[in-house]
């Protein structure tokens, strides 16, 4: 199993880890912000992904060693886009 594959699976579980916590507690420091992670480590909260996706750039040349989300979302909900103004 190639190292990426490991990397990819640990910023997975440590998003997963985090959501779950924003949602299930609405003081967390990560609810509402963007997190990023790299190599299985959060490397950076800000208010926007902007922010997030420039330091992870610099923090990490490898992409696929990367993650962002956006904390306290419900990404298992479905949402319906009816129409795009």
Same mark, same amino acid.
């Given at each position: 199993?190639? +190292?990426?594959? &490991?990397? *990819? =699976? @640990? !910023? $997975?579980?440590?998003? +997963? @880890?985090? !959501?779950?916590? &924003? ?7 990560? &609810? ?6 790299? !190599?299985? *480590? ?8 902007? &922010?997030?996706? @420039?330091?992870? *750039? $610099? %923090? ?8 962002? %989300? =956006?904390?306290? %979302?419900? /990404?298992? @909900?479905?949402? /319906? ?5």
């Amino acid at each position: 199993m190639s +190292s990426h594959v &490991t990397v *990819q =699976e @640990r !910023n $997975r579980e440590l998003a +997963s @880890r985090i !959501n779950k916590e &924003t949602l299930a507690d609405p003081a967390s420091p990560y &609810t509402g912000k963007f997190v990023g992670l790299a !190599n299985g *480590q959060v490397a950076v909260v800000a208010d926007d992904l902007d &922010t997030v996706v @420039r330091e992870l *750039q $610099r %923090l990490e040349s490898d992409p696929q060693k990367t993650f962002c %989300l =956006e904390a306290s %979302l419900d /990404y298992d @909900r479905v949402q /319906y886009i009816w129409g795009i103004h």
